[in-house]
């Protein structure tokens, strides 16, 4: 063979290509994911809008009852009530995109800002609530899943069946008449600190901040003020988490990778540590995520009970004077951190699990 001659060259499979479907695998799911999110958010905001829009106007809280037509008119029209409704929701979409909230008719600052102000509380008391559910429920799931008939799982099906099955105004009434009026243990609710003052602002979370500062005294005091509106928040909040443990670490227990490992001669606490709970942790992890978005928004009726400032309490206080712009605000705020946080879990999950890629 001469060196003009050429050696055909056996086809190679491109290099990359399982790479480039692994992106677009990606792509396809961010892209899709992210429209939902969008649509999401428009339904909400359009939900909002009407809802609010028909429960009546808010013209006379703005200038009184005793204002003329011509007032009220003029009124209309600087706040663009005059205009058609779809307008009015376009307008309000614009200035959304604009991070413009609107002002707050009751307390006459941006409601952007009075959100900022009361989120940290509402996030600090649903962080409690979540760890304060963490500490009974994983245990006496965990402790369920294993002995199904015996003493922990009764007592965590009862604990569940109550949360269930009490309103968490009631059970906030209760705490508040037993450990207050009756015992004193508790404070009255009335805030976050009583008349302490408040620790330098760091993170809005008053225990954190109270520790950073080293002011102990302040911790104990803000967690005192905390623990029974936790408590109360975490009995709403700890059912599905008993319950899906138990079942997760159930069906865990029941696989065959778990029988392996047991005919091997794996100790108990290397089988349950590395193949069970490892294993039952994706769904809880989810759930738990899930449930503190929920709660963000969700504990209007506890922080109205306990006089707690956070958006819950503040939503209620804008709707009885009719202050729209702040019940939009914390509707469409409550909704996209839930949004997001449902985002968030389904990537890690997507991350996480071979089977969900495959398909």
């Not at 899709?32 to 009407?50: E, I, K, N, Q, Y």
């Not at 009719?322 to 839930?338: E, F, K, M, R």
């Amino acid at each position: 063979m001469s060196e003009n001659d050429t050696v055909p060259s056996v086809p190679s499979r491109a290099p990359g290509r399982s790479g480039h479907r692994v992106i677009a695998a990606w792509g396809r799911f961010l892209i899709g994911r992210l429209a939902l999110l969008v649509l999401v958010l428009l339904a909400v905001s359009l939900l909002t809008f009407g809802v609010t829009r028909a429960t009546g106007t808010p013209l006379y809280v703005a200038v009184g009852q005793q204002a003329t037509q011509e007032m009220i008119d003029a009124r209309a029209e600087a706040l663009g009530l005059d205009l058609p409704l779809w307008q009015q929701y376009s307008n309000y979409l614009q200035n959304l995109l604009r991070g413009n909230l609107g002002q707050s008719r009751r307390t006459f600052t941006p409601v952007s800002q009075d959100i900022a102000e009361r989120l940290p509380a509402t996030a600090e008391l649903v962080t409690f609530s979540i760890l304060v559910s963490l500490l009974w429920a994983l245990p006496l799931g965990i402790r369920a899943a294993r002995k199904p008939k015996g003493f922990a799982a009764r007592i965590g099906e009862g604990l569940a069946q109550f949360g269930v099955s009490v309103p968490g105004f009631w059970l906030g009434l209760l705490l508040i008449f037993a450990f207050y009026y009756l015992l004193g243990l508790f404070p009255a609710p009335l805030g976050r600190l009583g008349n302490v003052p408040r620790p330098p602002f760091v993170t809005g979370f008053f225990t954190v901040d109270a520790l950073l500062a080293g002011q102990v005294s302040t911790f104990l005091t803000a967690l005192w003020y905390l623990a029974l509106p936790a408590i109360t928040l975490s009995f709403t909040s700890a059912p599905p988490i008993f319950r899906i443990t138990r079942s997760s670490v159930s069906g865990a227990l029941r696989s065959d990778f778990v029988a392996a490992a047991r005919s091997y001669g794996i100790a108990h606490r290397l089988v349950m540590r590395r193949h069970v709970l490892r294993n039952a942790a994706p769904p809880v992890m989810n759930l738990v995520a899930m449930t503190f978005g929920y709660l963000i928004g969700g504990a209007v009726l506890v922080e109205v009970v306990f006089s707690w400032p956070g958006i819950g309490l503040y939503a209620v206080r804008a709707m009885d004077f009719s202050d729209y712009d702040a019940v939009l605000g914390v509707v469409l705020l409550s909704a996209v951190i839930y949004v997001a946080i449902y985002f968030v879990v389904d990537l890690v999950q997507y991350l996480l699990d071979p089977r969900l890629r495959e398909g």
